[in-house]
Nanobody, 120 residues
Framework: QAQPVQSGGGLLQPGGSLRLSCTAP????????MHWNRQGAGKQREWVSL???????AYTDSIKGRFTISTDKAKDTVYLQMNNLTPEDTATYFC??????????????WGQGTQVTVSS
């Protein structure tokens, strides 16, 4: 299976906005869900958000009200819209497919990661 391909990272100042994308072939046809995770330098990997195949979403507390996860199923793509960014959001962001109720090979892939850096 093809691996998810990510884009949209970059360098910006506090208060700025960025939209990450993750395109995963087979995402829609296999009814996959998608996680977003991040890992800052010297820190543990942290779960950020998810979207289920039925459209349900969830977020970690630190980004609630600032980030929004969404999907364009026709394009096999999931987005993470990030607003009011702070230096604490600086990290490498990874998308990863999943399936419910059991993992399946078509929905068990990680993207390559993309860097988001927020500083003055």
């Amino acid at each position: 299976q093809a691996q998810p391909v990510q884009s949209g990272g970059g360098l910006l100042q506090p208060g700025g906005s960025l939209r990450l994308s993750c395109t995963a072939p087979g995402f829609t046809s296999n009814s996959c869900g998608m996680h977003w995770n991040r890992q800052g330098a010297g820190k543990q990997r942290e779960w950020v958000s998810l979207i289920n195949s039925d459209g349900g979403t969830a977020y970690t507390d630190s980004i609630k009200g600032r980030f929004t996860i969404s999907t364009d199923k026709a394009k096999d793509t999931v987005y993470l819209q990030m607003n009011n960014l702070t230096p604490e959001d600086t990290a490498t962001y990874f998308c990863a497919t999943f399936s419910i109720p059991r993992p399946i090979p078509a929905c068990n892939h990680w993207g390559q990661g993309t860097q988001v850096t927020v500083s003055s």
